[in-house]
């Protein structure tokens, strides 16, 4: 079954610090696979998103992810991170057959310390 | 552009209930997907509509049920309230249905709050 695994309920770093966060899948075919972001009280923006092509792939407000096919992972990372970064971060595989729909993992809620 | 808006934001019922919440996409989508955020649960899918015709349906009982208008804006259904549908659900609009060859983006709204007492 298809399934995404967010290792990391919650981080914590410091503002200016390097950031890694992780996702794996597990998914059959070819991976469509997402990052999203959510704000307190918002709704989930998309960071980035991979289908094919260039396993490194660069998002908003300064993301990258890279896709391991070998490894079954989609890890984002930032290389500074910013107080305005703290927020709950989602992976996602897309899934898209007989219609579409996204699977979440369980999310990593990320905190910042000045 | 305005973005997708989900009418109510907030709500509470009580058990036994029914409830209908509203999502109108972003001018111009014509595919809509619905989601319920739950702390235990996380994000779990729950239909999928495009030009008024659900194309996708997850796996939740019959009491949850939806649909699509001719302009495009979603309403869904909860018949029957239990505790344990109290979530945010969060409305998704893009320009083609979902799996497109380009993948079109959703862009999801700020959800509305359901506490079920």
């Known amino acids: 079954a298809q399934s995404v695994t967010q290792p990391d309920i919650h981080i914590t770093v410091s503002e200016g610090a390097s950031l890694e966060l992780r996702c794996n899948y597990s998914?059959?075919?070819?991976?469509?696979l997402f990052w999203y972001v959510q704000s307190p009280g918002q709704g989930l923006q998309l960071l980035l998103k991979?289908?094919?092509?260039?396993?490194l792939v660069q998002g908003i407000k300064g993301f990258e992810a890279e896709f391991k096919r070998s490894q079954s992972s989609f890890n984002l990372r930032k290389p500074s991170v910013h107080w305005s970064d703290a927020a709950e971060y989602f992976c996602a595989v897309g899934i898209y057959n007989q219609g579409g729909k996204l699977i979440f993992g369980q999310g990593t809620e990320l905190s910042v310390k000045p | 552009k305005a973005g997708v808006t989900q009418t109510p934001r907030y709500l509470i019922k009580t058990r036994g209930q029914q409830v209908t919440l509203s999502c109108s996409p972003i001018?111009?989508?014509?595919?809509v997907s619905w989601y319920q955020q739950t702390p235990g649960q996380g994000l779990q899918f729950l239909f999928e509509y495009f030009s008024e015709t659900q194309r996708n349906k997850g796996n939740f009982p019959g009491r949850f049920s939806g649909r699509q208008f001719s302009n495009s804006r979603s309403e869904m259904n909860v018949s029957t309230l239990e505790l344990g549908d109290s979530a945010l659900y969060l409305c998704?609009?893009?320009?083609?249905?979902?799996?497109?060859?380009?993948?079109?983006?959703?862009?999801f709204g700020p959800g509305t709050r359901l506490t079920v007492l």
């Open positions: 998914y059959g075919a070819t991976p469509y």
């Open positions: 001018s111009g989508h014509r595919s």
């Open positions: 998704a609009s893009s320009s083609a249905p979902t799996g497109s060859g380009d993948l079109n983006e959703q862009f």
């Open positions: 991979y289908f094919s092509g260039d396993t």
